[in-house]
C-alpha cells in the first residue's frame, strides 16, 4: 500500500501545511501585488505604447491611482497580520523562533544552500529540508522588506504635503526613486523569476502549487519534499498537529477553481508586466 | 509701448515689384473675379490659399534655390480653431480680395501686422504678456517668445481656463514650451506630473500650471511665489515641500546626492539580484526537472514515462477518494505512522 493512504479504510491522509489563516494572508498578496502592478507599472513604463492602453483600461491615472491606493491598504493588512501572527507565535510559545518550523533563517538555511550547490554539481544528495526551505525564507523576508520599503515610501508620496511638514521636499524625489526601483525589482525579480519559479514553476507543482490554496498536500509528497520536517515530527509524535485525513466535500472544489483562476490572473499579470517592460526595449 | 517698431526681419524680394506684377496679376484677375463673386472674406481667401500645393510666385532672396514658401492655410484647422468665426483680415489688416495686389499698403511687413492684431482684440493678455521675463528677452534680442509662438497663428487651440485637458496641457508644454526650453521639458517629462498627464490625467501640473503663462514665469525652491504655485493644488504646501527638485536629469546626475545614492544603490540591487536570481533559478529549475524526469528513462521516451505517470496518478487518486465524510470520522491518525514506519 502507497504511503500516505490507511491500510484498513483507505481513507487518504494529507500534510496540513497552511492553516486558514496563512491561505487567507496568501490571497491578500496575490491580490494586492497584481493590483499594484497592473495599475503602477504603466505609469513608470508609461513610454511604452500599451501604457496608455492598459491605463484608459483601468480607469485612467485617476482610477488607477484609487485602485493602487486600495490595493495598498491590502498590502499593509497582510503585513501586519504576518507580523501579528509572529508576535502571537513567539508570546504563546507555538514554538521557538529560530526553531526548525520556523520562517526565520538559520543555520541549516546556509548548510541547506552549501548542500543544494553541491547536489547541483552532482557530488552530494539532495539536502534534506525543514518545514521552510532557504528560498522560501528569501521569497518571505524579501516581500517583508519589500513592503516596509514601498509602503513606506508610497505614504510618503500619498501624503506629500504632510512628508513635507516633516522633512524637506527632495525627500519626496528620493521616495519616487526608491518605490520604483523597489517596485520593479520585487515584480521583475523577486515575482517572476524567484518566486514564480521556485513555488509555483517547478515541475511537481507546475503551473501552480495547489498546497498554497488547499491548504494540504499529500502525504507522500511531503515526505519526500521535507523529510526533515517529517522526521522531526516523527521523533517528537507531533505528527498528528499536522496530518490529517483528506478534505472533501465542496471547498476543495472551491480551491481548486480559485486556484485555476488565479493562476490566469497570474499568467495575465506576467504578460502585461512584460509587454509594458520589454516590448520598449525591442521596439 | 507695443510691439510696433520692433523689426523682424523682411524677406528681400528676387524680382523687381514691378516685373513680378506682370507676372502674377492674371491669378490676381482670376481671385477678384471669384472674390467679389462670394463676397465672402474666408471663403475668398481660400481659393488661392486653401490650395496645399500652393507656394509664393515672387519668394524673397534668402529663400534657399529649389526651395518654396508656402502660402498654404489649412482651411480645416482654421476653422476648427478657436478664431473660425474671424475674418482672415481681422488679422491680415489691410489685405482685401478687391485690390490687384491684395495687400494695400505693401510696404508694411503682413507678419508684423497679423501679430500686432492679436494685441487689439486681446488686451488684457497683452498687458500680462508685456510685463514678463519673455517680452523683454524679446525686445532685447527676439529670443523670448511672442503670441504666436505659443499659440500659433492659424490653429489656435481653445484654452478652457481653469479646465484644461491633459491634450492641451501636455501639447503645450511639448510643442511651445519645450520648443525653446528642451532641457527643462525633456528632465520634467521623467517626473510624476508628466508622467500621468501624458497618461492622460488633466488634474496634473503641467509648465502653466506652476510657472504661469503671461506672466511670473521663474520660479525658485523656497520663496512665497513657489509655496503658492503649488498651493494650487495641493493647499497644505509649505516652504518645505517646494524643495521638491521638479527639473531632474533622467540619470539623477544633477539631483541631491541622497537621490543619486539612492537610484545608484538601487540600479546596482536591480542588476545583481536580477543576474543571481536569473542564473540561480535556471540551475534549479534544471536539475530538479532532470531528477524528476529522470525516472522515466531517456529521450523521448522520458516523455511518454511521465504522461503514463500522470495518469496513474489521476487513477489512484480516483480510487483512494473516500466515500464520504463519515468514512474516516473514527479515525486515528496515530496509527497510520506507526503503520508507516
Known amino acids: 500500500m502507497a504511503a500516505g493512504t490507511d491500510a484498513r479504510e483507505g481513507v487518504r491522509l494529507v500534510y496540513r501545511r497552511f492553516s486558514a489563516f496563512h491561505r487567507f494572508n496568501h490571497y491578500l498578496v496575490m491580490i494586492s501585488f497584481f493590483g499594484l502592478v497592473l495599475t503602477g507599472i504603466p505609469l513608470k513604463f508609461k513610454d ?12 485612467g491615472v485617476e482610477g488607477a491611482g484609487f485602485v493602487h491606493r486600495v490595493m495598498a491598504v491590502f498590502n499593509f493588512t497582510y503585513f501586519f497580520l504576518e507580523m501579528g501572527y509572529m508576535a502571537w507565535y513567539v508570546a504563546a510559545r507555538k514554538g521557538p523562533l529560530f526553531g526548525p518550523d520556523s520562517i ?49 515610501t508610497g505614504l510618503m508620496m500619498w501624503f506629500p504635503e504632510f512628508t513635507a511638514s516633516l522633512l524637506p521636499g527632495v525627500s519626496l524625489n528620493v521616495a519616487l526613486v526608491l518605490h520604483s526601483n523597489e517596485a520593479f525589482l520585487a515584480t521583475g525579480v523577486i515575482f517572476i523569476f524567484v518566486h514564480f519559479f521556485s513555488a509555483h514553476g517547478r515541475p511537481e507543482s507546475f503551473p501552480a502549487d495547489e498546497v498554497i490554496f488547499s491548504g494540504s498536500l499529500p502525504l507522500d509528497h511531503y515526505i519526500a519534499d521535507r523529510p526533515a520536517e517529517y522526521e522531526n515530527r516523527l521523533r517528537a509524535g507531533t505528527l498528528d498537529q499536522v496530518v490529517r485525513p483528506a478534505p472533501t466535500g465542496p ?10 483562476i488565479f493562476s490566469v490572473v497570474a499568467l495575465f499579470a506576467a504578460t502585461y508586466t512584460m509587454l509594458l517592460v520589454v516590448w520598449p526595449l525591442l521596439f | 509701448m507695443n510691439l510696433t517698431g520692433v523689426g523682424l526681419p523682411r524677406p528681400r524680394r528676387r524680382v523687381s515689384r514691378v516685373a513680378a506684377s506682370a507676372a502674377f496679376s492674371a491669378i490676381l484677375m482670376l481671385g477678384l473675379f471669384v472674390g467679389v463673386a462670394s463676397a465672402q472674406d474666408v471663403e475668398g481667401c481660400l481659393i488661392c490659399h486653401g490650395d496645399p500645393n500652393f507656394t509664393d510666385p515672387t519668394p524673397p532672396e534668402n529663400l534657399e534655390e529649389g526651395e518654396d514658401l508656402s502660402l498654404y492655410v489649412d482651411a480645416e484647422k482654421f476653422l476648427g480653431s478657436v ?3 474671424l475674418k482672415c483680415s481681422d488679422c491680415h489688416k489691410g489685405f482685401l480680395l478687391t485690390i490687384p495686389n491684395h495687400q494695400i499698403d505693401v510696404d508694411k511687413d503682413f507678419r508684423q501686422v497679423a501679430i500686432e492684431a492679436c494685441e487689439g482684440c486681446h488686451q488684457e493678455a497683452f498687458q500680462q504678456y508685456q510685463t514678463s521675463e519673455h517680452a523683454q528677452r524679446f525686445y532685447e534680442d527676439q529670443a523670448g517668445p511672442i503670441c504666436i509662438s505659443c499659440h ?17 496641457k501636455m501639447s ?16 520634467a517629462s521623467h517626473e510624476f506630473h508628466f508622467k500621468a498627464l501624458s497618461l492622460g490625467y488633466e488634474r496634473a501640473a503641467t509648465c502653466f500650471d506652476c510657472h504661469g503663462f503671461h506672466d511670473n514665469l ?91 505517470h500522470l495518469e496513474e496518478e489521476s487513477v489512484k487518486e480516483r480510487e483512494g477518494r473516500p466515500n464520504g465524510p463519515e468514512d474516516h470520522s473514527n479515525d486515528k491518525p496515530e496509527n497510520d505512522h506507526r503503520g508507516m514506519l
Not at chain 1, 251 to 260: H, I, P
Not at chain 2, 175 to 183: A, F, L, N, R, T
Open chain 1, 48 to 59: 511604452s505604447v500599451w501604457a496608455e492602453f492598459f491605463m484608459d483600461l483601468i480607469g
Open chain 1, 104 to 152: 526565520v533563517p538559520g543555520k541549516k538555511d546556509w548548510q541547506d544552500i552549501k548542500g543544494m550547490f553541491r547536489w547541483f554539481l552532482g557530488k552530494g544528495p539532495k539536502p534534506r529540508f525543514n518545514r521552510f526551505t532557504y528560498w522560501e525564507k528569501f521569497d518571505f523576508w524579501s516581500l517583508m522588506a519589500g513592503t516596509v520599503l514601498i509602503g513606506g
Open chain 1, 251 to 260: 471547498m476543495t472544489r472551491v480551491n481548486s477553481w480559485l486556484m485555476a
Open chain 2, 83 to 85: 478664431h473660425d468665426e
Open chain 2, 152 to 168: 500659433g497663428s492659424h490653429a489656435i487651440r481653445r484654452v478652457n481656463l481653469g479646465e484644461e485637458s491633459a491634450d492641451f
Open chain 2, 172 to 187: 503645450m508644454a511639448r510643442d511651445s514650451c519645450g520648443q525653446c526650453h528642451e532641457d527643462k521639458f525633456e528632465q
Open chain 2, 218 to 308: 521663474a520660479l525658485t525652491s523656497g520663496e512665497p511665489e513657489t509655496v503658492e504655485a503649488c498651493r494650487q493644488c495641493h493647499p497644505g504646501a509649505n516652504k518645505g515641500f517646494t524643495y521638491f527638485q521638479m527639473h531632474l536629469q533622467e540619470g539623477f546626475q544633477d539631483a541631491w546626492w541622497g537621490v543619486r545614492a539612492v537610484y545608484y544603490l538601487f540600479s546596482t540591487l536591480l542588476v545583481v539580484v536580477l543576474v543571481t536570481g536569473i542564473a540561480y533559478t535556471t540551475v534549479h529549475f534544471q536539475k530538479e526537472t532532470r531528477t524528476m524526469l529522470g525516472v522515466f528513462g531517456r529521450g523521448a521516451g522520458r516523455l511518454f514515462g511521465f504522461i503514463r
